[in-house]
């Protein structure tokens, strides 16, 4: 790891990054814009730039130089599943991880102060801003996430646990049009972090704390009768009118709904080859020179059958900057290329604990394989089965590490070790293992048979997203290792919209995922225990995030993860948070509930000669939501 990632994990340690913070505004009175847009002021469609800016427009360094107005940004997609791809160009949460990843920074709140031993968090708007559509942005639009969609129980069944602190919701307060507080009933000493992840989207829709209430009241039923609103649900073809809200409020398919991104969606996306993005007209940052933000014009986002393709066009130099599903196998091909396709292939470090780990339905609905599952000498027995040095050579080009799912030893809750539990492959203590987890008896053919009597077929199930390695070559080796201690198992790829459903369901047998937070795991736990419920315990994740409203209460070391997980958010001293953050990474990894196999291989992706300020290196991580934190909407296209 490089000195600028140990330097974020020091300051991740003191969870009070700022207390209060403000970046100095931009003081001229004149500003630049796009030449589209210089044109509809020019026809009277549009206002002037500097009535469309805020008071205090952030202003965004660039990465290499003052860029150019114009142009078209190409990239690929892999349909109406991969939805994600756009979460890190659409990011704009209250606070967010500075161009590094080691420290927060104002977006839309222009500072913030931290009050009470972090049990209050004020946060002070920019005046002036607005949405997509001219609107005015204020404190009514965080008013509206929390008291009309966070407090309605069909649009939000449970309250987000992020934003719980001792079983007790926070309490968000209007001050003034301009100024929120949220307010905890105990320390919470991660919340800034996770506003700069769950706010930007990485927690999904319900977690995105500004939402355009100017538009989206009219399908909320406080503000529209509600017998209208299941009659227009249904004349649009849904079955409630909560389908229908959640259906508008999605900015990244809903060309209607307003926006704060640098860019907006012009059509839906199903049924589409190409996805159409457009700049915002009022977005509300500028570069040091004055010029409104962002400097591209368009988005145009190919929609492809599988990973493969967007590995071929990104070969034959089709696509501007792919940082997305470039796989690690064709890594050779695409260096050796580069020169005919105008284009660079660079290697971004990762923190993931592993590449692509294995997740055992803790919660199947059969029974017999619940028990197997939740038996821990059953997850031992997998792992020492697995040859990890052989996946390295073969899948990863010899770049990753060999080791377990489970943090790296950057981390500050890292203990020495803990890579290399149940790691080795040993098909000996395989067996030994399965057989101690009841699977002793086998039929004719060598295989095992459950514990009561009946044939053992086992499916791992995964999608071939490319993005954290070749998942089908790893899943096939996994297969084999396993088939070799006496287990019938298959697999099965599917596209990731049915994948997602399937792995927040009881019906599947074994999920495939990247293993990651690697060097912050507790800001947001999803590897350590089930908090998301698309992490192999799906009903376990339900009864944790609901605060024990839905799902099924789990017993043993994921209660007692869960339980150590609510003291640690609530430690306010570093020492003592630290030691409970070792016990808890050391419980987890002791217990696999993931069985990983490779870790910490870089993610490559491609960008064009003449597309400009993207960093050579920077830390490829979902917390930091990708790319979001280097500022895609400085980047440009130069001639």
């Known amino acids: 790891m490089s000195r600028s990632f140990k330097v974020f994990i020091s300051l991740i340690l003191v969870f009070g990054l700022v207390s209060s913070l403000n970046l100095t505004g931009f003081s001229q009175k004149r500003y630049n814009e796009a030449p589209m847009l210089a044109e509809l002021v020019k026809q009277g469609k549009l206002p002037p730039v500097e009535k469309r800016l805020p008071e205090n427009p952030l202003v965004v360094e660039p990465v290499e130089e003052i860029g150019k107005y114009g142009g078209t940004w190409r990239f690929a997609m892999l349909g109406p599943g991969?939805?994600?791809?756009?979460?890190?160009?659409?990011?704009?949460?209250?606070?967010?991880?500075?161009?590094?990843?080691?420290?927060?920074?104002?977006?839309?709140?222009?500072?913030?102060?931290?009050?009470?031993?972090?049990?209050?968090?004020?946060?002070?708007?920019?005046?002036?801003?607005?949405?997509?559509?001219?609107?005015?942005?204020?404190?009514?639009?965080?008013?509206?996430?929390?008291?009309?969609?966070?407090?309605?129980?069909?649009?939000?069944?449970?309250?987000?646990?992020?934003?719980?602190?001792?079983?007790?919701?926070?309490?968000?307060?209007?001050?003034?049009d301009y100024t929120v507080s949220f307010v905890f009933k105990e320390p919470n000493v991660v919340f800034l972090e996770n506003v700069c992840f769950q706010g930007g989207g990485g927690g999904g829709t319900l977690s995105i704390m500004i939402h355009p209430k100017h538009y989206l009241k009219q399908f909320h039923p406080k503000y529209t009768p509600k017998e209208q609103l299941e009659k227009?649900?249904?004349?649009?073809?849904?079955?409630?009118?909560?389908?229908?809200?959640?259906?508008?409020?999605?900015?990244?398919?809903?060309?209607?709904?307003?926006?704060?991104?640098p860019w907006k969606v012009t059509s839906p996306l199903a049924g589409r080859s190409v996805h159409i993005l457009e700049r915002n007209p009022y977005y509300w940052k500028v570069d040091p020179a004055g010029n409104q933000l962002p400097y591209i014009d368009r988005i145009s986002a190919s929609i492809v059958e599988n990973a493969e393709v967007v590995n071929m066009k990104a070969l034959s130099g089709e696509l501007d900057f792919q940082y997305k599903h470039i796989t690690l196998n064709n890594y050779p091909l695409l260096k050796e290329n580069e020169a005919k396709g105008g284009y660079s292939v660079l290697l971004w470090p990762t923190a993931l604990g592993s590449n692509c780990a294995f997740m055992p339905n803790l919660n199947h609905k059969d029974p017999v394989l619940k028990a197997l599952f939740n038996n821990r000498n059953f997850r031992i027995g997998l792992s020492y089965a697995i040859n990890r040095d052989e996946i390295n050579k073969l899948c990863y080009l010899g770049l990753a590490q060999p080791r377990q799912a489970t943090v790296?030893?950057?981390?500050?809750?890292?203990?020495?070790?803990?890579?290399?539990?149940?790691?080795?492959?040993?098909?000996?203590?395989?067996?030994?293992?399965?057989?101690?987890?009841?699977?002793?008896?086998?039929?004719?053919?060598?295989?095992?048979?459950?514990?009561?009597g009946k044939p053992l077929q086992l499916t791992i199930e995964f999608t071939p997203s490319g993005e954290f390695g070749p998942w089908p070559d790893v899943v096939e080796l996994v297969t084999k290792y396993w088939n070799a201690v006496g287990l019938r198992v298959a697999y099965k790829s599917m596209d990731r919209a049915l994948f997602d459903i399937r792995r927040a369901s009881t019906e599947f047998d074994i999920m495939v995922w990247a293993w990651g937070r690697g060097l912050t795991p507790l800001i947001q736990p999803v590897f350590i225990f089930p908090v998301i419920p698309t992490t192999g315990a799906p009903l376990y994740a339900r009864w944790y995030s609901s605060g024990g409203k839905t799902g099924e209460k789990p017993t043993g070391d994921i209660l007692r993860a869960m339980y150590m997980y609510n003291r640690f958010k609530r430690t306010i001293d570093d020492a003592e948070r630290i030691k409970i953050g070792k016990e808890l990474i050391k419980l987890s990894a002791e217990n696999i509930w993931s069985i990983g196999t490779v870790g910490l291989a870089p993610t490559p992706l491609v960008i064009k000669k003449n597309f400009k300020n993207v960093p050579q290196r920077s830390f490829y991580e979902w917390l930091l939501l990708q790319i979001s934190n280097t500022s895609p909407e400085q980047y440009f296209i130069k001639d």
């Open 408 to 452: 790296v030893p950057e981390c500050p809750y890292y203990t020495p070790g803990l890579e290399k539990l149940y790691a080795e492959y040993d098909p000996k203590k395989a067996n030994e293992y399965l057989d101690k987890a009841g699977l002793n008896k086998r039929d004719k053919d060598g295989y095992r048979l459950r514990p009561d």
């Open 232 to 261: 227009t649900a249904k004349e649009m073809g849904f079955t409630t009118w909560y389908a229908l809200f959640w259906n508008r409020a999605d900015f990244y398919t809903n060309p209607d709904c307003p926006v704060l991104s």
């Open 82 to 176: 991969d939805i994600s791809i756009y979460i890190p160009i659409f990011a704009e949460p209250l606070v967010k991880w500075n161009r590094t990843g080691n420290g927060i920074i104002p977006n839309v709140a222009e500072k913030w102060e931290v009050k009470r031993a972090y049990k209050e968090f004020v946060f002070y708007l920019r005046k002036g801003m607005k949405w997509s559509d001219g609107q005015p942005l204020t404190a009514d639009d965080i008013m509206f996430w929390y008291e009309d969609i966070l407090q309605n129980k069909e649009l939000a069944p449970s309250f987000p646990s992020w934003l719980v602190v001792a079983d007790t919701p926070v309490v968000v307060k209007k001050i003034n």
